[in-house]
C-alpha cells in the first residue's frame, strides 16, 4: 500500500514539475495571442485608411480588411503555438495543418464554399455595397458581404441573410447597375379616341412629368387592340432608385389622368355584353314552336 502511494504521489509531482516548467511557455503564449487581439485592431485601422486612398471600390477595401484580420491572428496563432510548445516544430505545424484541413475541410464544406463564394463576389464585384438587387423571390439594398453570408435591406426595411454561394450561383438582377433606367406604363384610351392626337398628348404631358429624363426621349407605342380600349405604352426614362422611380411613376400616373381627363378622352372600364333568352320559348337554340310545327308537318 505504502509503495502505490508512494507511486502516486510520484506521478502527481512530476506533472506539477512539469506543469511549473511549462508555465511561461503557457503565459507567453497567453500574452501573445493578447497582443495580436491589438495588432488586430492596429492592422485594420491602418488598412482601412490605405485603401480608402489607394482603391476605389467598397468592395476590395472589404476584402483587404477581411484578409489582413485573418493573416493576422493566423500569424499570431502559429507564434502562440510554437511558444505554448517548444518541441512543435514549423514542419509539424505545416503537416498538422495540412491533415487537420483535409478534416476540416469536410466537416465545414459549407462555410469554406460561402467564404470562397464571398471572396469571389468581393474581387469581381457584379454588385456593389449599396447596390438594389433582385436576388430570388428578395429585392432590397446591398448592406453588406460578410465571410459567410451577403446583407440584403428590403424595401418593407427586413434584414435578409442570403449565403453567398447561392447569391454566386444565382441570377441577380442588379436594379441599379447603372444611373438610369426605364419604365413602360400602360394606358388605355376608348375606340373613339383619335390616335395621333391621344399620342401627341401623352408624349407631351409625360415630358413635363418632373423627374423624367429628356434623354432618351421618351416614346409612346400603340400596342394592342383590347377588349374595351385600345392600348398605349408610355416608355420614359428616370434615376434607377427605387424610391424615386415610384415616386415618378406616381407623378406620371397622375398627369397622364389630368391631361386625359381635359382633353375628355375616356379611359374605358372593361365592357361585357349579355344577352338574355326566354328558354321557355327556346330549346337547344330551336324556339319551341318550330319544333312542334316541324312534328306536325312530319
Known amino acids: 500500500m505504502a509503495e502505490i502511494l508512494n507511486t502516486i504521489v510520484k506521478v502527481l509531482l512530476e506533472l506539477l514539475g512539469q506543469s511549473v516548467k511549462a508555465l511561461p511557455s503557457l503565459l507567453s503564449a497567453l500574452v501573445v495571442l493578447f497582443l495580436t487581439k491589438y495588432a488586430v485592431k492596429l492592422v485594420l485601422k491602418v488598412t482601412e485608411e490605405t485603401g480608402k486612398r489607394a482603391i476605389k471600390s467598397t468592395s476590395l477595401q472589404l476584402l483587404l480588411t477581411k484578409v489582413s484580420r485573418i493573416g493576422v491572428w493566423t500569424v499570431g496563432i502559429l507564434f502562440a503555438c ?7 516544430e514549423l514542419g509539424d505545424i505545416v503537416a498538422t495543418l495540412g491533415i487537420g484541413s483535409v478534416a476540416i475541410g469536410f466537416a465545414f464544406q459549407d462555410i469554406f464554399k460561402n467564404f470562397l463564394a464571398g471572396i469571389i463576389l468581393l474581387v469581381e464585384e457584379p454588385f456593389r455595397i ?4 433582385v436576388i430570388g423571390d428578395y429585392n432590397g439594398k446591398v ?3 460578410s465571410i459567410r453570408t451577403t446583407k440584403i435591406r428590403t424595401y418593407n426595411g427586413e434584414k435578409v441573410l442570403l449565403p453567398n454561394s447561392t447569391v454566386f450561383t444565382d ?3 442588379v436594379v441599379t447597375a447603372y444611373a438610369h433606367r426605364r419604365t413602360d406604363l400602360g394606358v388605355g384610351v376608348d375606340y373613339n379616341t383619335s390616335l395621333p392626337e391621344a399620342k401627341e398628348l401623352l408624349l407631351r404631358t409625360i415630358r413635363q412629368v418632373e423627374g423624367v429624363m429628356a434623354e432618351p426621349d421618351p416614346e409612346i407605342d400603340v400596342v394592342n387592340f383590347g377588349d374595351s380600349s385600345i392600348d398605349f405604352i408610355v416608355r420614359y426614362w428616370c434615376d434607377s432608385q427605387q424610391k424615386q422611380s415610384r415616386k415618378v411613376q406616381t407623378k406620371a400616373m397622375i398627369a397622364l389622368k389630368k391631361a386625359l381627363d381635359g382633353a375628355n378622352i375616356s379611359i374605358p372600364y372593361p365592357i361585357r355584353t349579355l344577352y338574355y333568352y326566354d328558354q321557355d320559348k327556346y330549346n337547344d337554340y330551336f324556339p319551341v314552336e318550330a319544333k312542334q310545327s316541324n312534328l306536325l308537318d312530319a
Open 82 to 88: 510554437v511558444l505554448a510548445f517548444p518541441g512543435f
Open 130 to 133: 449599396g447596390d438594389e438587387v
Open 171 to 173: 441570377a441577380v438582377k
Open 143 to 145: 448592406e453588406g458581404i
